[in-house]
C-alpha cells in the first residue's frame, strides 16, 4: 500500500502561483509514475501532469502548459506541481496519485491522496 498526502492548495488572485505537494509513505520502493489530477465541481476528474519514477518522462495537458512544472525527489518520496499564471479555470480539488507508468486516464492509476482545494479568485 502506498499512502499519499496532498498540501499546498489555498485560495489565490488569479495570475498568482501556488506550489503543490504530495508526500508518499508506505510502499514507497515501488518504482511508481506519479501524476496529478484535479476535478472542479460538476466535471471529470482530468489531468494534470505526470512524471516518471526517474523524472525522465514528463506529461503536461494542453491547458496547463508553459503555465505548470511537475518534479519529484524520490529520496523525501516527494511529488512538487509548481503552477504560475492562474486563472479562475484553475479552480479545482487537486489529487495526487501513482500508478504503473504515466497515463491520463485516472482508472489506470493505483494510489490516490484526498486531495487539496485550489481557488482562483479573479
Known amino acids: 500500500q502506498v499512502q499519499l498526502v496532498e498540501s499546498g492548495g489555498g485560495l489565490v488572485q488569479a495570475g498568482g502561483s501556488l506550489r503543490l505537494s504530495c508526500a508518499a509513505s508506505g510502499r514507497t520502493s515501488v518504482r511508481f509514475a506519479m501524476a496529478w489530477f484535479r476535478q472542479a465541481p460538476g466535471k471529470e476528474r482530468e489531468i494534470v501532469a505526470a512524471i516518471s519514477w526517474s523524472s525522465g518522462v514528463t506529461y503536461y495537458a494542453d491547458s496547463v502548459k508553459g503555465r505548470v512544472t511537475v518534479s519529484r525527489d524520490n529520496a523525501k518520496n516527494t511529488v512538487t506541481l509548481q503552477m504560475n499564471s492562474l486563472t479562475p479555470e484553475d479552480t479545482a480539488l487537486y489529487y495526487c496519485?501513482?500508478?504503473?507508468?504515466?497515463?491520463?486516464?485516472?482508472?489506470?492509476?493505483?494510489?490516490w491522496g484526498q486531495g487539496t482545494q485550489v481557488t482562483v479568485s479573479s
Open positions: 496519485a501513482a500508478g504503473g507508468s504515466i497515463t491520463a486516464t485516472p482508472d489506470r492509476y493505483d494510489y
